[in-house]
Nanobody
Framework: QVQFVESGGGLVQPGGSLRLSCTGFESIFSRFAMGWYRQAPGKQRELVAT???????MYPSAVKGRFTISRDNVHNTLYLQMDSLKPEDTAAYFC?????????WGQGTQVTVSS
């Protein structure tokens, strides 16, 4: 069973920034589009950033202009740069392929935006 490993979360004030990292296997990064997902307490997991194999990105309106997804192919690492954070961005953040595989969910990394 393959799992991704997410890191970089923490407590940040509104308006602040964080960069999340996700490490995994090169075979997965190179074969699939990748995404960052988040799940807030009591809510369903949602997709917040998509990176296609060709490098195209997509974001929902809630984070567009504030979040940036990128990939380091040399180190098999996926990143999520989060700027202008808002309290509603508070959630556990996960990476997975698109569509997500239940076998690949990691522990996630918690992001808390609060003053």
């Amino acid at each position: 069973q393959v799992q991704f490993v997410e890191s970089g979360g923490g407590l940040v004030q509104p308006g602040g920034s964080l960069r999340l990292s996700c490490t995994g296997f090169e075979s997965i990064f190179s074969r699939f589009a990748m995404g960052w997902y988040r799940q807030a307490p009591g809510k369903q997991r949602e997709l917040v950033a998509t990176l296609s194999r060709g490098g195209d990105t997509m974001y929902p309106s809630a984070v567009k202009g504030r979040f940036t997804i990128s990939r380091d192919n040399v180190h098999n690492t996926l990143y999520l740069q989060m700027d202008s954070l808002k309290p509603e961005d508070t959630a556990a953040y996960f990476c997975n392929r698109i569509p997500p595989s239940p076998n690949y969910w990691g522990q996630g990394t918690q992001v808390t935006v609060s003053s």
